[in-house]
């Protein structure tokens, strides 16, 4: 392919994933899901399950493996400044009022995944097929405890984002507290890869790096920013110049977290949280969010949905295997976080939401399996089962979410109207 053809077909490519992006969201407002869902469902639908199904020539005309390069870098760098933007938001002094509960809710959301994922390594490791015929008891369940644990972080904050509650307790709990399981899930991979030729380096670098950088970005980075912050709020503009310099340590957060083992995402979110506030936050938001949002985001979700083949479950012994799992991570993830968040003091309607929005797995669930795939610690059967759950969870957290949060969400709402505020009662 030569340089023009690349050109057009790239062109042609990204039109198609924002066209479907756009329809598929709007088709999931329209069912009461959050238009994140369905720009995840859009990635799915573009991959092989069902265009590359039924139209397999089309789809690897518009989809050929020339281009991968450039969507993956897309969507690499649009996912990672979506959590740049996220962690703009986030009100730190609230998360420090839920400390306590988002450690609690993050444990449990780790410790009883990891449980019940060993419970089911006893017999999944009898399947010929699920894992690599050479993995250890030990890999397998630590692997498939990272895969259950895991949260769909990005997946989570849009939630929050489009429920206008990026600024409550209730958001910041959910975030903090899916981060940490996140950061937790990925360096217990990171050890499971160890043993798939990584070395024990991998594991290493995972722990001791993001440690280091959450520690330097939380002490130092905010107070060598403040000068910038400063000279941006008084003048009430940001230049190029210095937009361009907060651009290239983003770049340098996200290589740095990928170098050490862990997501791009990480070191984007950490950024975001350490960035100090005022002027310099929403100029940042206004020239990044609709470019992130609208064009390098559904990048994110297409490149994942093209490695995703879900055709493999027409069998029904893997359909049973991949019910028995879904029904057991429901219950291991999103009953464990209800728990954790009722134990230290949230009201039962708040712990329910965070148990639903903590059980849904998303895209961070298809990336962490395709590295799983990538490595040989599991097969191509195991890979549909996981992710068929990654799926219906997904799809599940926003209507248990408006069941158990919603409706009250809205009354509160209506009462501090100024409407309502006037209203003799």
């Not at 950024?271 to 506030?277: C, V, Y």
Request: glycine share 8%.
């Amino acid at each position: 392919m030569n340089s023009l053809e690349f050109v057009v077909t790239f062109v042609l490519q990204l039109a198609v994933i924002l066209v479907a992006a756009q329809l598929f969201g709007y088709l999931a407002r329209f069912i009461g899901q959050p238009k994140v869902v369905g720009e995840m469902i859009a990635g799915v639908v573009l991959g092989p399950s069902l265009f590359g199904l039924f139209w397999p020539d089309i789809q690897q005309q518009i989809f050929p493996a020339d281009t991968m390069p450039v969507l993956y870098f897309g969507a690499q760098v649009g996912v990672g400044l979506y959590m740049f933007l996220v962690g703009l938001e986030f009100n730190t002094s609230l998360f420090k009022q839920q400390a306590r509960s988002a450690i609690a809710v993050s444990l449990a959301g780790m410790l009883v995944p990891f449980t019940v994922a060993a419970l089911l390594c006893v017999w999944l490791l009898d399947i010929p097929g699920l894992f690599a015929a050479n993995i250890s008891y030990g890999n397998a369940a630590l692997f498939l405890g990272a895969a259950i644990a895991i949260t769909a972080f990005p997946m989570l904050a849009r939630i929050i984002y489009e429920r206008g509650l990026s600024g409550t307790s209730l958001g910041a709990l959910a975030l903090a507290a899916g981060a940490i399981d996140d950061a937790a899930a990925w360096t217990v991979m990171a050890v499971v890869l160890a043993s798939f030729g990584g070395g024990a380096l991998l594991a290493v670098k995972a722990v001791v790096g993001g440690v280091a950088y959450a520690t330097l970005m939380f002490t130092k980075v905010t107070g060598w920013l403040q000068p910038l912050a400063d000279r941006i709020e008084t003048k009430g503009e940001m230049s190029w110049g210095q937009f361009a310099f907060l651009l290239l340590l983003f770049a340098l957060s996200a290589y740095s977290m990928e170098w050490v083992g862990l997501h791009a995402v990480f070191g984007g979110f950490i950024l975001g949280i350490a960035m100090p506030r005022g002027a310099i936050v929403e100029h940042l938001r206004k020239r990044l969010e609709k470019i992130t949002i609208f064009v390098l985001l559904p990048m994110f979700f297409t490149y994942s949905g093209l490695k995703t083949q879900l055709t493999i479950l027409a069998d029904w012994d893997l359909m049973s295997i991949a019910l028995v799992i879904l029904a057991a991570s429901v219950f291991a993830k999103g009953i464990a976080c209800w728990a954790a968040a009722r134990l230290t003091g949230s009201d039962n309607r708040t712990a329910m939401a965070v148990g639903a929005l903590m059980n849904a797995r998303g895209l961070m669930e298809l990336i962490i399996i395709n590295i799983a795939l990538k490595f040989g610690v599991i097969e191509p059967a195991l890979f549909s089962i996981m992710v068929v759950m990654a799926i219906v969870t997904t799809l599940m957290a926003t209507p248990l979410f408006e069941l158990v949060y919603g409706r009250h969400m809205k009354n509160k709402q209506r009462t501090e109207s100024p409407l309502c505020a006037s209203t003799p009662h």
